[in-house]
């Protein structure tokens, strides 16, 4: 079956700082790779996603590669911001199974000014 | 506004006491979900639904019951709550048309004593 392995937490960073959290996954079929954030206290929101090999998806200065080589989906940012203190989650959605979505454990990043 | 809007948001209840935590959508979505967070788990599927009046069984469907009546309410049903029931609950919407992005509501954090 479909799962997501990611990088545990917490992860404690500066302002400014790089971050990187690792993803992995394993899939029987060409899944899509999304990376959702949960701010306190509030639902999940998409943060980007990527469909297709070498696709890189970015948003709010976030970047992941889709690498199909190392079924990878690592979530990196170059200069955080206190702001960024959030759980993240690395998903997979995989057409065969009805698009369901299979969620890492989550990451949370606290970012310190 | 589109929104995903879960009630109660904070709940406290005992064994064996029936509880309905509701979800409804304005978005005019085909798809719905339940999903339990828990700690070092990330979030895991309940129930969900393509449509009104079919629903299915996800990873984590025992103790819960759900009903797909209107296409904009998605209730989820606890009918003999226990303590492992006791978990942060989020329900999410999609349109099956327009891609793989999930819309989440804020999420109910049930205890159940």
């Known amino acids: 079956g479909n799962s997501v392995t990611q990088m545990e937490g917490p992860v404690t960073l500066s302002e400014e700082a790089f971050l990187t959290i690792n993803c992995t996954y394993t899939?029987?079929?060409?899944?899509?790779l999304f990376w959702y954030v949960q701010y306190p206290g509030e639902g999940l929101q998409l943060l980007l996603k990527?469909?297709?090999?070498?696709d890189k998806g970015s948003n709010k200065g976030f970047e992941a590669t889709y690498r199909k080589e190392t079924t990878s989906f690592h979530l990196e940012k170059g200069s955080v911001q206190v702001s960024d203190s959030a759980v993240y989650f690395c998903?997979?959605?995989?057409?065969?199974?009805?698009?369901?979505?299979?969620f890492g454990a989550g990451t949370t990043v606290t970012v310190r000014a | 506004e589109a929104q995903v809007t879960q009630n109660p948001r904070y709940l406290i209840t005992v064994t064996g006491k029936k509880l309905t935590v509701t979800c409804s959508q304005n978005?005019?979505?085909?798809?719905m979900s339940w999903y339990r967070q828990d700690p070092g788990l990330g979030l895991r599927q309940i129930y969900y639904?393509?449509?009104?009046?079919?629903?299915d069984k996800g990873d984590v469907p025992e103790g819960y019951k759900v009903s797909r009546k209107e296409k904009r309410n998605f209730p989820l049903i606890l009918e003999s709550p226990s303590p492992n029931q006791t978990s942060l609950y989020f329900c999410?919407?999609?349109?099956?048309?327009?891609?793989?992005?999930?819309?989440f509501g804020s999420g109910t954090q049930l205890s159940v004593l």
């Open positions: 990527a469909t297709k090999a070498d």
């Open positions: 998903a997979l959605s995989d057409r065969s199974n009805d698009y369901k979505l299979s």
């Open positions: 999410a919407s999609r349109d099956l048309r327009r891609g793989e992005k999930l819309f």
């Open positions: 639904s393509m449509n009104v009046e079919v629903t």
């Open positions: 978005m005019n979505h085909e798809y």
């Open positions: 899939a029987t079929g060409y899944p899509s």
